[in-house]
């Protein structure tokens, strides 16, 4: 088959679904010798990508920018002479044609149960967009099975049309890491170990306010670890700064951004816990990654977050401050736990891994039904 894969993304922005499209690309050219792979990639600003060095992966550049308004015509127009056996649209959003079978990935219908969490311009352009996808897509891949739910529930796609296809995370987060390379990171960051740490763009889903105010509440109850915010500025994101200011709590929250690959793994090695209270992930890539970090994890029971925890995770509801308060505290102040925590998590993060991601998507692009 010739296959299509659009990378465009990943020179748009960089975020999950960018390293998914990436990683997803290096366990396939692993897996797969056979097929003929065209990865289309948009780089008219001078910014290379090579794929692969696999010789059945091709580079091909297209003038289409990731996420333009004409973008579903415009790249028709491109692929139709690609001849494409299928086109796998990694941000969901296929052509109107281009291919004889267009395979999206979902990876979460936020927008639709949290429409306030977005701004007018971000609710239009997911709203008009999504419907339309899942109708044109011929097959849909879900990273986790809420969102493949939330599809067929919300959406009205037939089961047989959405497969979960559970993501993994960069191999980076299962290395071991010298004490001197964390020590040397936490000391450029000034944060000592133990710390309380929370990664994601900072946007209303994430409902920091309210772990905000639990951590006022542990601080009243004597635990001294700072809070590390660690993530760029989303949308709508000032009431997250108004809590820290009204609390008085500005000298002991901290907000890092550009954090990424080996110096995001020496937080994770150096927390004493990561916080993930989300109203709704798709995945939720941090938990994952920072349980291959051997870093204790709590999230929100909310979504795919209990899918990637395992049921030995610990799941707290996203509006109980109290029960944040509470686990926090235990998790930073029992050793037994933290050490079962730690044997657990590893344990699970174990289970995802970006070959059976490329084996279940690779069936998916060979599935003629």
């Known amino acids: 088959m010739v296959i299509g894969i659009d990378v465009r993304l990943p020179f748009y922005q960089m975020g999950g679904i960018s390293q998914y499209t990436i990683f997803l690309i290096r366990a396939l050219a692993a897996l797969d010798g056979e ?3 065209l990865v289309f990639h948009h780089g008219r600003d001078g910014r290379t990508y090579a794929p692969s060095s696999a010789p059945n992966f091709q580079r091909k550049d297209v003038w289409t920018p990731c996420h333009h308004w004409l973008e579903r015509w415009t790249l028709a127009a491109e692929l139709l002479p690609r001849r494409l056996d299928v086109l796998h649209s990694p941000d969901f959003i296929p052509p109107a044609v281009g291919a004889r079978r267009r395979i999206i990935t979902v990876h979460d219908l936020n927008f639709l149960y949290y429409p306030q969490f977005l701004t007018a311009a971000s609710r239009r352009y997911y709203n008009d967009q999504i419907e339309w996808a899942v109708g044109a897509a011929d097959a849909i891949s879900a990273d986790s099975e809420a969102t493949r739910q939330d599809l067929i529930e919300r ?3 037939p089961p047989d049309k959405v497969t979960t296809i559970p993501l993994a995370a960069n191999p980076l987060y299962g290395q071991v890491f010298a004490e001197t390379a964390v020590s040397a990171t936490l000391a450029e960051y000034n944060l000592p170990r133990g710390f309380i740490l929370a990664v994601g763009t900072l946007e209303p889903r994430k409902n920091y306010p309210m772990l905000i105010q639990a951590y006022a509440r542990l601080r009243q109850r004597g635990v001294d670890a700072p809070l590390v915010l660690v993530g760029g500025k989303g949308w709508l994101y000032e009431e997250i700064f108004a809590e820290i200011e009204s609390l008085q709590l500005g000298n002991h929250v901290h907000h890092l951004t550009g954090v990424f690959d080996e110096k995001l793994a020496h937080l994770y090695w150096g927390a004493g816990v990561l916080v993930t209270p989300s109203h709704y992930e798709g995945f939720g890539l941090p938990a994952l990654e920072a349980m291959h970090s051997g870093c204790p994890v709590i999230v929100s029971n909310r979504a795919s977050l209990p899918e ?11 509006d109980d401050v109290e029960a944040w308060v509470y686990g926090i505290e235990r998790v930073l102040t029992d050793g037994d736990l933290r050490q ?5 998590g590893r344990l699970q993060a174990q289970t995802f891994t ?10 998916l692009y060979e599935n003629e039904t």
């Not at 990637?308 to 996203?318: E, F, N, R, Y």
């Not at 079962?340 to 657990?344: E, L, N, R, S, V």
């Not at 970006?354 to 069936?363: G, H, I, Y």
């Open 354 to 363: 970006w070959e059976r991601t490329a084996r279940m998507t690779l069936a």
């Open 340 to 344: 079962k925590m730690t044997a657990d």
């Open 35 to 37: 097929n003929r792979y």
């Open 155 to 157: 959406l009205a796609v």
């Open 308 to 318: 990637i925890v395992g049921p030995q995770g610990m799941m707290l509801d996203p």
